[in-house]
């Protein structure tokens, strides 16, 4: 390590946090995942990914699941459907919500945002062979799962 980088290093208490460390891991790997899909792509990759694991979903389950105010759920759905990735029809059991359901188009879309997402990832973790990629991969799922909101 340079003098100069030494000067702009944290300091090892903070360093020492692996809150701190996971802060900065997410801000590099928005920063990378950024470089291979634009935000679009990105919000893009979270419904379509939902969609096919869970099935047709109102808007509102959507952003409950993704975590995504309705009002951006909406516009994404919107720019989805005028794409042909989606389908937004009236739910016949209750009139005032909409399901969504994907649709092949979507299903190939969201096969191509799995590739750059791949890319990103494989940057982010380059340093990390497959075993600790897998580990670390585990470890986060344990520690978020820990910390799962209770259902209702």
Do not use: C
Request: charged content about 25%; aromatic content about 2%.
């Amino acid at each position: 390590m340079s003098d100069a980088d030494e000067d702009l290093r944290p300091p090892a208490r903070l360093r020492a946090l692996t809150s701190w460390q996971a802060n900065k891991v997410s801000t590099i790997g928005a920063r990378t995942t950024a470089r291979h899909m634009p935000l679009t792509a990105r919000s893009d990759f979270a419904v379509l990914a939902a969609l096919e694991e869970y099935g047709a979903l109102s808007q509102a389950d959507l952003g409950r699941r993704l975590g995504l105010d309705r009002n951006d759920v909406s516009g994404i759905v919107g720019r989805l459907q005028a794409g042909g990735h989606v389908d937004r029809r009236v739910d016949p059991a209750n009139r005032r919500r909409n399901l969504v359901t994907i649709q092949p188009a979507g299903l190939h879309y969201l096969e191509q945002i799995q590739l750059n997402a791949d890319k990103a990832q494989a940057e982010l973790l380059s340093a990390l062979d497959a075993d600790e990629r897998s580990h670390l991969h585990a470890l986060l799922a344990k520690v978020l799962t820990a910390h799962a909101p209770e259902s209702a």
